[in-house]
């Protein structure tokens, strides 16, 4: 693919995984290909990495006013994005659609039991703020994140939240430093809530007490750690947390519901806490995991 020329080709996806030997000659071939594809409109590249395998995903090498892209890319969906990468500084005047994230699930490949081969080096807290800060999208309405909070994780919620004003779907996954570390969930909720044009919030900020990282790799509880009070207890007060972030967020009008992801069950889903609704307030769950 990379010695033809591509310059009707509108949608590509790449997915599979990394050799176990990822040398530098296949990342200049990846970019060498992109250069070939001048009208491109869609682009992901989830691709997974060995354990042992440290590099990430960079789309350009060279001056980004050089890319083809500037004024055909809709959607970016990028696996592992490299912080340094000059894609993020073109300018994407029609750019609606991003997601900087994992593949697999973050939380799939860190789980105690998980003896998978993959690894999954997350962009932390301060390098997803450089890009961001970087990237020119002011018609971006949807943004995926999959980081790790360090010191920056308060700039980046503001920045996510006061510059691209046009967002109408977030989706962040938001991992601790720590395993002793608590998440203040009101605050992040009222950060977020100064967003002007957010319809709909999904979030899975790995609470202290998630008994999610529990499922081994089968999908399934194992037999030490199998306690399904503690399950349903956890339903009940991931219900009660999401309530609580949906009354957070307040000031922010236009929101029409936020969920939380709820990694117990077999398949993870999404807790959807919604405004407006008549009666009793009860979520709903959606086992979608797709774009919005």
Known sequence: MATVDWPALQDLFLGGSFPNKTSDWLA????????RMPHLRH??????????VRVRCCL?????????????????????????????SIPFSDLTYLSLRDWPRHYKTIAPNQRGPWGSPILSATRALSILRRLHAPGLTTLELVYRADEADDELLVLIAQTFTKLRHIELHRY?????????????????????????????LDFKDDPGEYIDRFGTVSEDELDCDRYEQWRSQLANLGWDILDAMNPCLSL??????????????WLWLLRGQKGPREPVRDFSEGNW
């Open 28 to 35: 200049k071939r990846l970019r060498h290909m992109l250069r």
């Open 43 to 52: 682009l992901v590249i989830v691709a997974a990495l060995p354990r042992h």
């Open 60 to 88: 350009l090498s060279r001056d980004p006013s050089s890319s083809p892209w500037q004024h055909s890319l809709r959607s970016l969906v990028v696996a592992y994005p490299d912080h340094r990468d000059p894609v993020f």
């Open 176 to 204: 601790r430093r720590s395993r002793d570390e608590s998440v203040d969930h009101h605050h992040i909720a009222r950060t977020l809530s100064a967003a002007p044009s957010l319809l709909r919030l999904r979030l899975h």
């Open 256 to 269: 029409k519901g936020v969920a939380l992801l709820d990694r117990v069950r077999q398949k993870a889903s």
